[in-house]
């Protein structure tokens, strides 16, 4: 996977947090709220939902694909913050 790509990915997931975090939730009625919150970047989202879904991982990406509207997924991403976590404020509390 292409670096620009993957942080393509990334940028639209962090961007749109609050949407996509909703769409996930009601695509993987398995996963709770703290488990995408804390994901540390997209590789880390994936395997998440994957474990709790009990789906593969191949499948998660393809549905996270969908939802950001980018083609591909990035492998090995860097170790970023948390997606709920965003200038100090967690896009679980709504701000």
């Keep these: 996977m ?5 942080q393509q990915i990334e940028q639209q997931l962090r961007q749109n947090w609050q949407q996509i975090r909703y769409r996930i939730l009601d695509m993987f009625a398995e996963v709770s709220p703290a488990d ?3 994901a540390r970047n997209v590789n880390d ?6 474990d709790k879904s009990r789906h ?7 549905r996270l694909m969908e939802l ?3 083609g591909g997924m990035p492998q090995g991403q860097s170790q970023g913050t948390p ?5 100090g ?4 509390s709504g701000q």
């Excluded at 997606?83 to 200038?87: M, R």
């Excluded at 404020?89 to 679980?92: H, K, L």
């Design 2 to 6: 292409e670096q620009q790509q993957a």
């Design 36 to 38: 995408l919150d804390f």
């Design 45 to 50: 989202l994936v395997e998440r939902i994957a």
């Design 56 to 62: 593969s991982e191949r499948y998660v990406e393809t």
């Design 68 to 70: 950001v509207g980018v």
């Design 83 to 87: 997606f709920g976590a965003q200038q």
């Design 89 to 92: 404020r967690t896009f679980a």
